[in-house]
């Protein structure tokens, strides 16, 4: 897990050394500025999303190099309708959420492809550990993570449990843990967001058990539960199956989703991740169980990993398409 997180952190220099001139581009930010905010939804079913993160450890896993002007023009062509920021790259951590430059030269950026930053991933095991004080210290940093994602445009921001019990059982971690989401569901109710939380195979939070005991602890409507149809299959045993863990969890406690196929198998310290309709995984059965449960979230085409994230991201929005034309044809 931690060659996963490592990839977070591989520069300290500024997000928007490549965001170009605050100027350009913000009639369109302004106009997206006054769009109402529906957190965890949207006009339509479903919208689909670019993964920043996919082409960053790409770059890192197989060495491509992926521009982000030719990644934004990429998702703008192929009809993705947002993205999804991560940490390290294109470069650095993301900007203070009072540096009212930066925020607006990195909205100006993504308006100009028609592409919404629709969320951030965060991370940190803080958020369970066992002193006290390093609670306080990760709720402090949530906090100023939702400040920024709201002033950036997010409808939603996603955090990612990973990292060592520190000596402690599982259950008081877990405990831990739905303590600090009870205090960040208050941060993102003011930052108008939904918090999507999102456990993987190697964590020690790793069944869908302890997701929905995360997600029924903290019994919040802005907190909810992530779908990673690669980490449910490996729940699930590496059978192919991850509707039916999906199934198990409930629509109704989905924040948003990562769509990917999978073989089942590790990969460089998480669920091995693959285009749509190359794994073993169904995707249609997974799309199929969203649609037939009212799910009106984004939906991320999750290439982590991928050695093509172009290829990986238009057979997912693809699979993703074809799913609505079918399943919404009378639909909005």
Not at 128 to 148: E, I, M, N, S, T
Not at 244 to 270: I, W
Request: hydrophobic share 40%; proline share 4%.
């Amino acid at each position: 897990m931690n060659d996963r997180r490592a990839f977070f952190r591989q520069s300290l220099s500024t997000l928007t050394a490549v965001a170009g001139s605050a100027a350009l581009g913000l009639s369109h930010a302004s106009a997206r500025a006054a769009e109402p905010r529906r957190p965890g939804g949207s006009q339509r079913r479903w919208r689909v999303a670019l993964g920043l993160n996919g082409f960053m450890s790409s770059e890192g896993t197989f060495g491509g190099t992926y521009p982000l002007w030719e990644v934004l023009d990429f998702g703008q062509r192929e009809g993705f309708e947002g993205v999804e920021l991560c940490e390290g790259w294109p470069k650095g951590m993301y900007p203070d959420p009072d540096d009212e430059s930066r925020i607006a030269s990195l909205r100006g950026l993504f308006a100009r492809y028609n592409l919404k930053i629709f969320s951030i991933q965060t991370f940190g095991a803080g958020a369970f550990g066992a002193d006290p004080a390093a609670r306080v210290a990760w709720l402090k940093q949530f906090a100023g993570y939702a400040r920024f994602a709201h002033r950036v445009g997010c409808e939603c921001i996603g955090y990612w449990p990973g990292g060592e019990l520190g000596g402690q059982s599982i259950d008081a971690a877990l405990d831990n843990l739905v303590g600090s989401l009870k205090e960040a569901a208050k941060i993102v109710a003011e930052e108008q967001l939904l918090l999507s939380v999102e456990i993987e195979p190697p964590f020690a939070f790793n069944t869908l058990d302890h997701l929905i005991r995360i997600i029924d602890g903290v019994d919040h409507p802005l907190v909810r539960a992530q779908y990673d149809s690669s980490h449910f299959d490996l729940f699930g045993g590496g059978m192919g199956k991850p509707e039916e863990l999906l199934q198990r969890l409930g629509v109704e406690r989905l924040g948003y989703v990562h769509l990917t196929d999978s073989d089942g198998t590790l990969f460089h310290g998480t669920s091995k991740h693959l285009p749509c309709g190359e794994g073993h995984i169904d995707i249609r059965k997974s799309l199929e169980l969203l649609g037939r449960g009212g799910y009106e979230g984004w939906i991320m085409i999750d290439t982590w990993m991928t050695e093509n994230p172009y290829h990986a991201s238009r057979k997912g929005l693809q699979a993703v398409a074809a799913a609505q034309r079918e399943l919404f044809k009378a639909g909005r």
